[in-house]
Nanobody, 114 residues
Framework: VQLQACGGGLVQPGGSLRLSCKAS????????MSWYRQAPGKQRELVAL???????EYVDSVKGRFTISRDNVKNTVSLQLNNLSPEDTAVYYC?????????WGQGTLVTVSS
């Protein structure tokens, strides 16, 4: 299993970013996919999940601002981040639990600062 995330960067408060994660090594369309984040000094937390049937779920703090989506042809899962605040600063990871094992991408850093 390989998960390659990209799209992070530095953005001002109120700005937007789009993260993408390219997956390989498993049957992408048959698995739920997730994005987590870990802020400095904090535990990693689930941000958004999209089921194999493309039903999204979000942590309360990002509802209405973030949108998770998937492309089962390109084997990618994306996270659109809008109206960003400094509290969203974190390393963002894509994740899949495949055959009972946790699989993480390498992480992409999002920094929200003026």
């Amino acid at each position: 299993v390989q998960l390659q995330a990209c799209g992070g960067g530095l953005v001002q408060p109120g700005g937007s970013l789009r993260l993408s994660c390219k997956a390989s090594g498993f049957v992408f369309r048959l698995n739920d996919m997730s994005w987590y984040r870990q802020a400095p000094g904090k535990q990693r937390e689930l941000v958004a999940l999209i089921s194999k049937g493309s039903f999204p779920e979000y942590v309360d703090s990002v509802k209405g601002r973030f949108t998770i989506s998937r492309d089962n042809v390109k084997n990618t899962v994306s996270l659109q981040l809008n109206n960003l605040s400094p509290e969203d600063t974190a390393v963002y990871y894509c994740y899949v639990n495949y055959r009972g094992r946790n699989n993480w991408g390498q992480g992409t850093l999002v920094t929200v600062s003026s």
